[in-house]
């Protein structure tokens, strides 16, 4: 057994990460809800993040595979735990900055902002571990994951932004 294959990929275990990943988007729909007084974002957040995840990543490991360059599925389930599990730590960093900024602002476009870049800046930092876990290699498969990325940030976005808009209305 390799030493890589024992290496736990996270500072923290490895269920504390995904229990922030499905914690994490719920108090960002939380702070969303206290200020908008509205608790639609609690349950709509985190069904926006698993929701989407789960309705694209299929696509990106059929893609990937075209390719040739797709690694066993296995070893892409435990990519998307790890990049979810990146999520979630991100997330957890940005959760009590985001409270703070939303919560002392007189605004709820500030508030709709403020959580907004916080999700998508803890999913692109999930995003970029997702793709050093895949492992592609040739360049059709990185610009695969390159697109699929894009078009999940894009659905789970303009999801997102739909809600916000929705709330604030």
Same mark, same amino acid.
């Given at each position: 057994?390799?030493?890589?294959?024992?290496?736990?990929?996270?500072? @923290?275990? +490895?269920?504390?990460?995904?229990?922030?990943?499905? *914690?994490?988007?719920?108090? @960002?729909?939380?702070?969303?809800?206290?200020?908008?007084?509205? !608790?639609?974002?609690?349950?709509?957040?985190?069904?926006?993040?698993?929701?989407?995840?789960?309705?694209? &990543?299929?696509?990106?490991? @059929? =893609?990937?595979?075209?390719?040739?360059?797709?690694?066993?599925?296995?070893?892409?389930?435990?990519?998307?735990?790890?990049?979810? $599990?990146?999520?979630?730590?991100?997330?957890? $960093?940005?959760?009590?900055? =985001?409270?703070?900024?939303?919560?002392? &602002? *007189?605004?709820?476009?500030?508030?709709? =902002?403020?959580?907004?870049?916080? *999700?998508? $800046?803890?999913?692109?930092?999930?995003?970029? +571990?997702?793709?050093?876990? *895949? $492992?592609?290699?040739?360049? !059709?498969?990185?610009?695969?994951?390159?697109?699929?990325?894009?078009?999940?940030?894009?659905?789970?976005? +303009?999801?997102?932004?739909?809600?916000?808009?929705?709330?604030?209305?």
């Amino acid at each position: 057994m390799s030493l890589a294959a024992t290496e736990s990929p996270f500072p @923290i275990p +490895r269920r504390l990460a995904l229990a922030l990943a499905a *914690l994490g988007p719920v108090a @960002i729909g939380g702070i969303f809800a206290a200020k908008a007084g509205a !608790a639609a974002p609690i349950a709509v957040a985190p069904a926006i993040v698993f929701g989407v995840l789960a309705a694209t &990543s299929p696509a990106l490991y @059929i =893609a990937i595979a075209a390719t040739g360059d797709a690694p066993p599925a296995r070893r892409v389930a435990r990519a998307l735990g790890i990049g979810l $599990g990146a999520f979630g730590i991100a997330l957890a $960093g940005l959760v009590m900055p =985001a409270a703070f900024l939303s919560l002392s &602002s *007189l605004s709820t476009a500030t508030t709709a =902002a403020v959580t907004s870049l916080a *999700l998508a $800046g803890a999913a692109l930092l999930g995003l970029r +571990r997702l793709a050093r876990e *895949l $492992g592609t290699r040739t360049p !059709a498969a990185q610009a695969i994951f390159a697109v699929w990325a894009f078009a999940t940030l894009g659905i789970a976005g +303009r999801l997102w932004w739909n809600l916000a808009a929705e709330v604030m209305s």
